[in-house]
């Protein structure tokens, strides 16, 4: 490893900056490089420019100028498997962070804080496939049980394998094989839905958890990633297949219990040929299985729900008084427009929110920022479509209520929405709406 460049005046703790994994560098005015950690030197060696990096970074990209720093902290995410510089490589994606020297009026507390961020993002993305880590897997699979017994709404799984992987490797090399790894996972997070999460789960073995989805729902995608993995050709492979073990989550059940069905179901569709998808065996759906009203009796505000900026709370508040307060509504049979006129309070009131919560993630500069817009939009659309079918009579306001009691309080406000928490509690501000110091 090269030796530690200069540390420039304004910038401390040089151990901890070196100990980072994450690649960090410093830049003047001009771009030209002042400093580099130890991480970026072992993966990058030491360019002189940000240019000149970018350019050996990309040497075959129509796009040699590097995006604009515009005088802020900027990260990069690189691809799989760029040689750098003729001797060195970089296998699965690279997170680099490069400030100029006008970051330093920031302070390192800020350079720190992104390196942090990144590092976070690091731990719960598998570096390879950049889908969930087994670690952070677990821990959605924790919170989906979690939301599971409250309201007992269906969730379910798919183990998917890739067959034969061993032969992969050995003919073609482990780089093929780990790039395999990761146009598999790419086709797996194409064909899931957004609201689906994907992750890695050891070697060759994918497990994408379904929130609101019954056994048989679960079937239709996984055979659709069947279909994804063995109708179009691998680069440099070939045809390959996967096999795929699908299970729904039964009351009572804890996350080994339920993974372990889906692997013996995934163990059935390896030893009937491959390429093929099987279900566990007791699997039933479970939607039916609480009540509608006995699930929606569970929507009540907890002061543990708060996320801690009052504005927010408030919000999510009153988006639990509102569900509750339609619930009574349609229990008593009330009239269509008392009801509506609930519904377009709780309907403004989301907009609303949605609206708060990304400015505060703004000015948190909370990375999950534009994948949360992203659900924001998703739920938005959806919502609009059930009102409309609930105007038009084809959608009982009952199923309506459903989803704004579980996609959308339940599963958003007690789920991604207190994901930005630790950024909220590190500002140190109780209230980032107050324009005061």
């Given amino acids: 490893m090269d030796a530690p460049s200069p540390l420039p005046d304004g910038l401390d703790s040089r151990d901890l900056l070196n100990h980072l994994p994450v690649a960090l560098a410093l830049l003047d005015g001009n771009e030209?490089?002042?400093?580099?950690?130890?991480?970026?030197?072992?993966w990058f060696g030491t360019p002189h420019t940000l240019r000149s990096w970018w350019r050996t970074l990309l040497p075959d990209s129509s796009s040699t100028e590097?995006?604009?720093?515009n005088g802020a902290i900027r990260a990069f995410t690189g691809p799989q498997a760029r040689h750098l510089q003729g001797q060195r490589s970089v296998h699965g994606p690279w997170q680099v962070l490069c400030c100029t020297e006008r970051d330093r009026g920031m302070g390192q507390q800020a350079i720190l804080q992104q390196a942090l961020v990144e590092l976070e993002t690091s731990a719960t993305t598998d570096p390879l496939t950049g889908v969930l880590t087994r670690r952070r897997l677990e821990e959605a699979s924790a919170n989906e049980l979690q939301r599971f017994r409250r309201f007992g709404h269906p969730i379910a799984l798919i183990l998917a394998d890739i067959d034969h992987f061993k032969q992969v490797n050995d003919g073609h090399g482990h780089l093929v094989g780990d790039r395999v790894l990761a146009e598999f996972a790419r086709r797996l997070e194409t064909e899931s839905r957004d609201l689906d999460v994907v992750g890695r789960y050891g070697g060759e073995e994918f497990v994408i958890l379904l929130p609101s989805t019954t056994l048989p729902g679960a079937c239709v995608l996984a055979e659709k990633l069947r279909r994804a993995v063995w109708e179009t050709p691998f680069p440099q492979v070939g045809p390959l297949s996967a096999s795929f073990g699908v299970a729904e989550?039964?009351?009572?059940?804890?996350?080994?219990?339920?993974?372990?069905?889906?692997?013996?179901?995934?163990?059935?569709?390896?030893?009937?040929?491959?390429?093929?998808?099987?279900?566990a065996p007791g699997s039933t759906p479970t939607s039916t299985t609480i009540p509608m009203d006995a699930r929606l009796n569970r929507l009540v505000w907890e002061e543990g729900h708060g996320v801690g900026d009052p504005v927010l709370d408030e919000q999510h508040r009153t988006l639990f008084s509102l569900a509750?307060?339609?619930?009574q509504l349609i229990r008593a049979q009330a009239p269509m427009g008392q009801l509506y006129s609930v519904l377009d309070h709780l309907i403004q009131t989301i907009g609303q929110h949605f609206h708060d919560e990304e400015?505060?993630?703004?000015?948190?500069?909370?990375?999950g920022l534009a994948q949360h817009i992203k659900a924001h939009r998703i739920l938005g659309a959806k919502l609009d479509g059930l009102t409309r079918q609930s105007a038009q009579g084809s959608l009982s306001p009952a199923r309506l209520l459903d989803f704004l009691a579980y996609d959308l309080v339940d599963h958003h406000a007690l789920g991604p929405d207190r994901d930005f928490i630790p950024w909220l509690q590190d500002s140190g501000a109780a209230n980032p709406y107050d324009p005061t110091p």
Avoid: I
């Fill in 66 to 69: 590097p995006p604009a720093l």
């Fill in 32 to 42: 030209n490089v002042l400093y580099t950690n130890a991480c970026f030197r072992a």
């Fill in 324 to 327: 509750h307060e339609l619930l």
């Fill in 249 to 279: 989550c039964q009351p009572g059940e804890d996350w080994h219990q339920w993974l372990g069905r889906a692997d013996k179901a995934l163990y059935a569709a390896k030893s009937q040929g491959r390429n093929r998808v099987e279900a």
């Fill in 359 to 367: 400015r505060v993630m703004t000015q948190l500069n909370y990375p």
